[in-house]
């Protein structure tokens, strides 16, 4: 007689399978940010993996564990009820995740062939991220088929070691997830700074697209750019409300200034490091807004005929 499949029993397995693969995903897009960092592609944006990070790191340490608890909590009751070892939910789950896990090498090795017999994209980081899609793939396959083999009450040693050294291997990942984001300390300073970027920008460009063109000048301080019918308010430091620095230089230049806490620059690994080019004259100048942990000033010279000014406002 076929064993009766509980409400229990169906929601626990359920849960343990959206925890295997929101643990998978996670882990491979964790690593695959990781490998991209490591060794990364010129253009590359180098701040665009840290919140993939982040959010790799979030499910995994909530997931994994729930994960590992669930399969534990399986594995007690089948050794309690034996029976259960024929229950519909159980044999889906297997053969689902033994479908899955199969489907996945025999793509991952095709998209592989295809590559190289292409010559496309035959970088080290490219081989990597195959290795680990591949290796997460026969780790389920070989998990699932283990348990759909072997005796309810029997358990090999060696399992045991399988399963602590990939709980390791995620361990490690994460760990060093965040040796490569930093602190949440330095996260909330980098996230103020780019802020305040963000401010000096629409600053800016209040100045050359408002003040320049329909008034011939540059403003001889932010309180003139102000504007309640147009409902702008000039932006302030993000953490100490202060103004930020300005100087008119001449009728077509000035200088921003703000004080910031991390460092931006060609060489750094940081959010805000993502160049956005703009052509003043014949010359494209390169505006990432670099800057140290410190007070930085930008000067801007605003060429006329890039820019012309409004005749008819003026």
Not at 27 to 38: C, G, H, Q, R
Not at 200 to 217: A, D, E, M, P, R
Not at 225 to 245: G, R
Request: charged share 20%.
């Amino acid at each position: 007689m076929q064993p009766k499949t509980t409400a229990k029993d169906f929601f626990l397995y359920l849960a343990i399978t959206i925890g295997l693969y929101v643990s998978v995903v996670s882990f491979l897009s964790l690593i695959f940010s990781i490998i991209d960092k490591v060794f990364p592609l010129a253009g590359d944006y180098a701040g665009g993996f840290e919140n993939t990070i982040r959010v790799s790191i979030a499910a995994l340490i909530i997931f994994f564990p729930t994960f590992f608890y669930l399969t534990w909590l399986i594995y007690k009751d089948l050794k309690a009820n034996p029976e259960k070892k024929e229950i519909w939910i159980r044999k889906w789950m297997i053969f689902l995740n033994l479908f899955v896990a199969g489907l996945t090498v025999a793509i991952d090795l095709a998209v592989l062939i295809y590559r190289f017999l292409g010559a496309e994209d035959l970088t080290l980081r490219f081989f990597l991220k195959i290795l680990f899609v591949l290796a997460s793939a026969v780790t389920i396959f070989v998990f699932y088929y283990y348990n759909l083999k072997r005796p309810v009450r029997e358990y090999k040693d060696y399992m045991n070691i399988f399963l602590a050294f990939i709980s390791a291997v995620i361990l490690a990942s994460i760990i060093y997830g965040i040796m490569l984001i930093g602190s949440p300390a330095l996260q909330h300073a980098k996230m103020l700074d780019e802020q305040r970027i963000n401010d000096l920008t629409s600053i800016q460009s209040q100045i050359v697209y408002v003040q320049w063109q329909n008034k011939g000048t540059v403003p001889s301080s932010l309180d003139v750019l102000k504007d309640p019918i147009s409902n702008y308010m000039v932006p302030t430091d993000p953490e100490t409300k202060a103004n930020y620095e300005y100087k008119m230089l001449s009728k077509n230049s000035f200088e921003l200034c703000a004080t910031f806490k991390t460092v931006v620059s060609t060489t750094s690994n940081t959010i805000g490091t993502k160049p956005v080019s703009y052509l003043y004259g014949t010359d494209v100048i390169n505006e990432n807004w670099q800057h140290e942990a410190t007070t930085t000033c930008f000067t801007r010279v605003i060429d006329e005929k890039l820019y012309p000014i409004n005749k008819n406002k003026i």
